[in-house]
């Protein structure tokens, strides 16, 4: 199959870009282009991660980074990594400790799978993150995307990466249509220009959060303004990126939820035991014992929390 052949039309048939190799090529070298302009004032290089290709450190950025406000990961980051500078400190350390540096960041699951992961590079990897993206998809918590991002930004690798950003600007720009995880994820490799891994990734995050945004994307600043199929059909309804492979969609509401419940459970524990008689009101559930009651088990099933014999919970 030569650069400018596609695959049949079908929906199961489509793991290459609908548009010739080339183009999206060309589309590639825009982007990349653009975020090593000068005037890329809407680059993010305040981002402390940035500045490191300590493998460790980005994938702690990027565990932090999930579902969560960069302005809240930014002060977070700078505070685990001072107590959990490598893999093998992490490992080391109780799980109690770790939950207690997640402080503030909510979906405290993340944490925990941070630690497994931690001491499964310490177990497999003589306490080194690996380069392999095989061996980082087997570590507890990172998924495909993650896996790319530290070997595109820890280790410079020519991969694409496809967070809810890069979906929207591959979605509506490059293919014009809602795309399929495969599909999203063969566009972004087709389009990293050999050797600019770090920079192409980089680039393409900061497009998407700064210009191709979800509710009023700034079409005039964008670098491939003049190439972009939703732009060029008139911005039709419904938004290609809606639905489309990495792009995320509207949380489940947040107040009242047993996800708040958890997320004060563990915040009582940080500062220390729960007698059995205190669940409820730490909980935030005072008329709800029994509501209490059963969110406290499901952090016990998941090793987020631990109860002796009198029914006191505790961080493990």
Excluded: K
Excluded at 253 to 272: E, K, N, T
């Amino acid at each position: 199959m030569t650069a400018t052949e596609r695959r049949p039309a079908g929906p199961d048939h489509r793991t290459r870009p609908d548009r010739p190799v080339a183009q999206v090529q060309a589309l590639g070298a825009a982007i990349e282009g653009w975020g090593r302009s000068a005037g890329g004032a809407t680059r993010r290089d305040d981002l402390p991660w940035r500045s490191t290709r300590d493998a460790w450190a980005v994938l702690v950025s990027e565990m932090l980074a999930q579902q969560t406000q960069l302005s809240r990961v930014v002060p977070a980051y700078h505070r685990f990594l001072a107590a959990f500078p490598t893999a093998s400190t992490c490992a080391a350390a109780p799980l109690g400790d770790v939950l207690r540096a997640w402080q503030g960041m909510g979906y405290n699951r993340r944490a925990r799978h941070l630690h497994l992961a931690a001491t499964a590079v310490v177990e497999r990897h003589d306490g080194r993150v690996p380069d392999g993206l095989a061996d980082l998809l087997a570590l507890p918590g990172v998924g495909p995307y993650t896996a790319r991002a530290v070997l595109a930004f820890a280790f410079g690798r020519d991969v694409g990466v496809v967070d809810t950003n890069a979906g929207r600007v591959i979605a509506r720009a490059v293919e014009g249509r809602t795309l399929r995880p495969t599909e999203a994820q063969a566009v972004v490799d087709a389009m990293v220009p050999p050797g600019r891994g770090w920079s192409f990734g980089q680039a393409l995050l900061d497009l998407g959060a700064t210009v191709c945004t979800s509710r009023a994307p700034v079409c005039g600043t964008c670098p491939v303004r003049r190439r972009c199929r939703w732009a060029a059909a008139g911005h039709p309804m419904p938004d290609p990126a809606r639905g489309s492979a990495g792009v995320s969609t509207t949380q489940a509401r947040f107040a009242g939820s047993d996800r708040q419940g958890r997320g004060r459970l563990v915040a009582a524990l940080r500062a220390g035991p729960v007698e059995p008689d205190g669940l409820a009101a730490a909980a935030g559930w005072s008329d709800d014992p029994g509501r209490a009651r059963r969110v406290s088990d499901a952090l016990v099933a998941e090793g987020l929390a631990v109860r002796d014999a009198a029914g006191t919970l505790r961080l493990p």
